[in-house]
């Protein structure tokens, strides 16, 4: 049998979280889940994972700050990562939000969105 991919999502809000969690394992894939941006830096040290998707804005490192050090990491640099945020990409965490690959606005097209973006980079 093939191997889930391993999807690490980090969002400070518990029904985000949640939401794209159920999303994904629908999908099948393999997902582990972090309350902000410092908690998501240390799973991705400690877990081999195939990409991670992070809110933009997080208490304890935002998500564009915990993609620079993944993108500074010579075993992380080429994680495909993908941002998610309810405000537009030009709003969002600048210029740390440039470290994203794919960056998604929390609207009614997320699911989709979602699916498709993990769909380009895995």
């Known amino acids: ?16 979280r949640k939401f ?17 941006g410092r908690e998501a830096l240390k799973l991705a040290f400690e877990n081999e994972i195939d990409a991670v998707i992070a809110d933009a804005n997080m208490p304890n490192l935002t998500g564009g700050q915990m993609f620079k050090i993944l993108k500074m990491d010579p075993e992380k640099k080429d994680l495909p990562l993908i941002m998610i945020s309810g405000l537009t990409p030009e709003k969002a965490d600048k210029p740390d939000s440039n470290f994203a690959d794919v960056f998604i606005e929390k609207d009614a097209d997320v699911k989709t969105n979602l699916l498709a973006a993990l769909k380009e980079v895995l």
């Not at 049998?1 to 985000?16: C, G, P, Q």
């Open 1 to 16: 049998m093939k191997e889930k991919k391993k999807i690490l999502v980090a969002d400070d809000s518990v029904s985000i």
């Open 20 to 36: 794209v969690e159920v999303i994904l394992k629908k999908a099948g894939y393999a997902v582990i889940t972090a309350k902000d």
